[in-house]
């Protein structure tokens, strides 16, 4: 009997556990809304700390004569707040808070610049977006233009062969693609007044169609003349080669087929020398960069006798994106500095929080105000 009783009191132990597990629900204390400037905690800032500092300095930065009298809207760039107490907070918090009391009570005196990753992002992608309606009107009033000029005389037909765009290494752009687009907008805008040769047909055209890609940038580029790039576009074509340059060492004589009789063709020194110096520039790896800078097709109608052009226009293709830090007047920072004591439990926190308003131009700190703030707890407070 014992047996039997012990092993009924086992089950009817863990059955109690069971069902206390199984209707006992977990205790979630109610939260209650509190004031904003309350601080039911100690040590440490709080939320009145944060909203005292944006409305004590307001009224100071507006009231400024460089933003007061300015007669503009003041365009201000946002500098991360530095955090060198011993609490963890969100270091920007302060600079939030202080942004939107100035927009709130400026009136339209000061904007500020966006540096949040997701809003620049966002902003790469509609830039681009609207980088590809402007280069495609671009080509549309250079066809424009070059169709209602005296070089397409009425009553005769234009011929114009296609050189392939040069200095493509300063932007590792698809060069065909804008020339066949650009090909495209003048056959439509010249209404039957420009017939187009076919790639590799030089002879007999009135004016080649070429373009020179080039960068606002500080690298070295290595550009060649364009009156010497057509003399080895000519000489190529002359000589059976393909009028694009491969990264292959070509020897400087070459035979072909004319005329069902064999020419042979020899390249000038010179006209080598300008090849060699375009090979370089094409495929040195130091020159084959992709700089974030403004990039332009300079479209050109050369004459292939005077090696003169006749007509060019530049053309944006791609822009540079940056964060407009050039438009600021001012930069506003700020800085969390404190000092900590403690003896017998009892701990004190000296905090000061400091903003500065400084010109780019000068580095001359043009405004600069302070809160201070200590606090005195029993409890341990979360430190870095």
Sequence with gaps: MKPVSFYAGVTALFCGIAALSGCTAPQVSNSNRIPVDSDPLQGGLSSEDIRTV???????ILALPQINNAGQT??????????????????????????????????GKVSFLSNSAKVQASRYSVLKDRQQKQIEAGLKSFASTLAQSPIFPQ??????????????????MNADS????????????????????????LEGADYYLTGQFFAESMQNEGIINIANYIDVVDARVKAGKPMHISSEVETKST??????????HTISKQTALYENHLRKILYDPALRRNPDVN??????LVDPK????????????????????GAANYIISGEISGMHQRVQGVSTDYLLINIQLTDPESNMIIWEDAYEVKRMSQAGIVYR
């Design 306 to 325: 005077s090696k003169a052009v006749v007509y060019e226009k530049p053309v944006l293709l791609d822009r540079k994106i940056s964060d407009n830090s």
């Design 295 to 300: 990039k332009r097709l300079n479209l050109m």
């Design 155 to 172: 009553g005769k037909i234009t011929r114009i062969a296609v050189i392939p765009v040069f200095n493509t290494n300063l932007v590792n």
């Design 74 to 107: 003041t365009v201000i760039k946002v500098a991360d707040f530095k955090n060198n107490s011993r609490f963890f907070i969100d270091r920007n918090l302060f600079m939030k808070r202080l942004m939107i009391e100035l927009n709130r009570y400026g009136q």
């Design 54 to 60: 944006a409305s004590k300095m307001t009224p100071s």
């Design 255 to 264: 035979s072909y087929q004319q005329n069902n009789s064999t020419t042979t």
């Design 178 to 201: 804008f020339t066949a687009m650009l090909r495209s907008e003048i056959f439509s805008a010249a209404a039957g007044k420009v017939q187009f040769m076919l790639p590799g047909v």
